[in-house]
């Protein structure tokens, strides 16, 4: 059984870090992908990865703050979350897809998701 499981997502101040995880299981995964959803408004794509770890792209709104990595020993996926702000507030969901080496940021092209982490930032 496929599983992604997000963990890490709190309560921080503006400017803090936080670092988010998402351990899978299962099977491995080609790309893998953090999206984020606000209340009242559409997921949207935050960033990417490739297999080998080597290939990243971010949303505009994250670049230079955020930073995706992954150990594919422990099938899992990070977030590194720096300088954040309010609008940050969100939850924070992990994706996975294993056919593709293609990354995207479209989200109807990731096969499994996981349940989300709340993150939010007071000012």
């Known amino acids: 059984q496929v599983q992604l499981i997000e963990s890490g997502g709190r309560l921080v101040q503006a400017g803090g870090s936080l670092r988010l995880s998402c351990a899978a299981s299962?099977?491995?995964?080609?790309?893998m992908g953090w999206f984020r959803q606000a209340p009242g408004k559409e997921r949207e794509f935050v960033a990417t990865?490739?297999?080998?770890?080597?290939?990243?792209y971010y949303a505009d709104s994250v670049k230079g703050r955020f930073t995706v990595s992954r150990d594919n020993a422990k099938n899992t996926v990070y977030l590194q979350m720096n300088s954040l702000k309010p609008e940050d507030t969100a939850v924070y969901y992990c994706a996975a897809e294993y056919r593709s080496k293609v990354l995207t940021t479209q989200p109807n092209e990731y096969d499994y998701w996981g349940q989300g982490t709340q993150v939010t930032v007071s000012s």
């Open positions: 299962g099977r491995a995964f080609s790309r």
């Open positions: 990865i490739g297999k080998s770890g080597t290939t990243t």
